[in-house]
């Protein structure tokens, strides 16, 4: 299964939920690569690979392999992370390939994740590819959606996060009808979520209506709380599991890795700890 982790919106959490979520569906006992598709770099960042690995081991290498020659076997892109997946980096090199990728007469240009991820049998290597995608709608966006099977969008429980998902509707809507017909929702997934917060529940009461079970069911029942946690978690180079196996916010990620393990009908061989 390949997911597109994605929202236009900056700041959603897409690298947080990438990260953790990987650990969780790890720990559970799943297969996980996942693969940088950020120029920013954060997931390789918080992985200790930084902004400079060298671009013929990184995902420029699946999207632009006549670049590389004979680079030696194509396995060298996948690196190992302390929080138990596999990773197909991305580094500051990948945006000069989304130049490329932008440039007329470049050939299939929208299919070079697809085909990458072919080329490295992901299918039968891993149960869950989780693809962190850029903010916006960029070249590199739309190999992520030719590419995956399914879209997990996480959003800030706030008006104008909420506002944003109409557009980003609107573009799966497109993908799925002319480009990747068996594209899909994952799910829709609150994240830094307070609570305690009149706006949160209002918000979320919202999205119940857009997106809930009597409207598609692509709303997750779990929400990923606010906690300092995370942000400590990112500074050791590990998944919050990891660093705080018993905290609340823990438990969220099992709980979201469950969930979409059922969707996926990937829970029998899901073991989450509970």
């Known amino acids: 299964m390949i997911v597109a982790v994605l929202n236009r919106k900056g700041g959603a959490g897409k690298t947080s939920l990438t990260k953790d979520l990987g650990f969780a569906f790890?720990?559970?006992?799943?297969?996980?690569?996942?693969?940088?598709?950020?120029?920013?770099?954060?997931?390789?960042?918080?992985?200790?690979?930084?902004?400079?690995?060298?671009?013929?081991?990184?995902?420029?290498?699946?999207?632009?392999?006549?670049e590389f020659g004979d680079a030696g076997p194509l396995?060298?892109?996948?690196?190992?992370?302390e929080w138990g997946t596999s990773l197909v980096p991305a580094s500051k090199a990948l945006a000069t390939a989304e130049r490329a990728l932008g440039e007329a007469g470049r050939g299939g240009s929208a299919q070079r994740l697809r085909r990458g991820l072919q080329?490295?049998?992901t299918a039968e290597r891993f149960d869950v590819v989780l693809v962190d995608c850029p903010p916006g709608m960029t070249p590199l966006t739309m190999n992520a959606l030719i590419a995956a099977e399914s879209v997990l969008v996480p959003t800030q429980l706030d008006f104008l996060s909420v506002a944003g998902l109409a557009v980003l509707?609107?573009?799966?809507?497109?993908?799925?009808?002319?480009?990747?017909?068996?594209?899909?929702?994952?799910g829709i997934v609150?994240?830094?979520?307070?609570?305690?917060?009149?706006?949160?529940?209002?918000?979320r009461a919202q999205l119940e209506q857009l997106f809930g079970a009597d409207a598609g069911g692509a709303l997750?029942?779990?929400?990923?709380?606010?906690?300092?946690?995370?942000?400590?978690?990112?500074a050791a180079g590990l998944a919050v599991g990891q660093l705080e196996p018993a905290h609340p916010v823990s438990g969220d990620y099992r709980e979201l890795a469950q969930e979409l393990a059922e969707r996926a009908a990937l829970d029998a061989r899901l073991g989450v700890a509970t």
């Open 220 to 234: 997750c029942r779990t929400t990923i709380r606010h906690s300092t946690k995370v942000r400590d978690a990112h």
């Open 75 to 81: 396995e060298r892109v996948v690196h190992e992370t």
């Open 119 to 121: 080329r490295l049998s």
């Open 190 to 203: 609150g994240t830094q979520v307070d609570e305690r917060t009149r706006h949160a529940r209002e918000i």
């Open 169 to 186: 509707t609107e573009t799966v809507e497109e993908v799925r009808e002319y480009d990747n017909p068996k594209l899909g929702y994952l």
């Open 26 to 66: 790890a720990d559970g006992g799943l297969r996980v690569l996942q693969v940088g598709l950020d120029p920013q770099s954060s997931l390789e960042v918080l992985a200790g690979l930084g902004f400079d690995t060298p671009p013929d081991r990184t995902v420029s290498r699946l999207l632009m392999p006549e």
